[in-house]
């Protein structure tokens, strides 16, 4: 039988925050305006995966599937210094690949199911999950569409999240036209792109924004074990920490 395990999102307050951090077997949304550190985020969990249990980590590999082209090795590579990992090893552990459409990211998809298969994986990271079905699907006549074709990669990461004991983590930007969050749930400009089916798909739903400063807070919206709660975080060289 699979175990479920956290892995350490590298802030001791934002891990206390989720209970010890994002847990394998579940899909989550990490979304915010421009600069708050998703990918930041991402890039640290691409590292601590990787380490020992004791480190926070799931002593695992890692797939990135990159949507925007913000993937940056050295920074793999400073994150990994922070922890004292091998700065080569750690990126051979991440099987990177760049999607330039919502066909190729289904695909990619699919065909990380033989990595997966390996049992060697414990991270799957989606940066971003919504922008190639923002560019792919224009306006409100294809949104039907979008909302269908991004209900079935949902399901699928959510299968392969149970099936290979994994971490989703998704990032997705909020929708800065007023028009647009209004088509969904609300009128505050402060809504994630990908609309209800996203919203419902996630476990665990995670809202960052910036605070004084460097400080960047991270707010738990909707989660089925943590209360909601802020943690505030910062982003270092070695990624993201207290
Ligand atoms: P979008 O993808 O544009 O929506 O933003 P994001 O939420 O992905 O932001 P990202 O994770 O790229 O965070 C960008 C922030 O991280 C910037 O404010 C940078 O100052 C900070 N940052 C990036 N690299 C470093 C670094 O090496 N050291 C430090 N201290 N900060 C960094
Ligand atoms: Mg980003």
């Not at 949507?67 to 993937?71: I, N, Q, V």
């Not at 749930?185 to 402060?190: C, K």
């Given at each position: 039988r699979k175990r479920c395990i956290r892995i350490s999102t590298g802030s001791k307050q934002l891990d206390a925050a989720l209970n010890g951090g994002f847990q394998t077997m579940s899909l989550n949304e990490v979304y915010g305006e421009f600069r708050c550190g998703k990918t930041q985020l991402a890039h640290t969990m691409a590292v601590i995966a990787q380490l020992p249990k004791e480190m926070g980590g799931a002593e695992g590999k890692v797939a990135y599937i990159d949507?925007?082209?913000?993937?940056r090795p050295e920074r793999i590579m400073e994150i990994a210094e922070r922890f004292g990992v091998d700065p080569d090893q750690a990126c051979e552990n991440i099987a990177y690949a760049r999607a330039q459409n919502t066909e190729m990211q289904t695909e990619l998809l699919d065909g990380l199911a033989a990595n997966f298969a390996t049992n060697e994986y414990r991270l799957l990271v989606i940066d971003s999950v919504m922008s190639l079905y923002r560019t792919d699907y224009v306006g409100r006549g294809e949104l039907s569409e979008r909302q269908q074709v991004l209900g079935q990669f949902l399901r699928r990461a959510t299968q392969m999240a149970e099936e290979f004991n994994l971490v989703v983590l998704m990032t997705n930007q909020v929708m800065s036209d007023p028009g647009a969050s209004a088509l969904f749930?609300?009128?505050?400009?402060?809504k994630p792109a990908g609309g209800h089916i996203l919203a419902h798909a996630s476990t665990t739903r995670l809202l960052l924004r910036k605070g004084r400063g460097e400080e960047r807070v991270a707010k738990i919206v909707d989660s089925p074990d943590c209360p909601e709660r802020e943690a505030t975080y910062i982003i270092t060289t070695g990624g993201i920490n207290d």
């Open positions: 949507t925007e082209g913000t993937f749930a609300g009128v505050d400009g402060r």
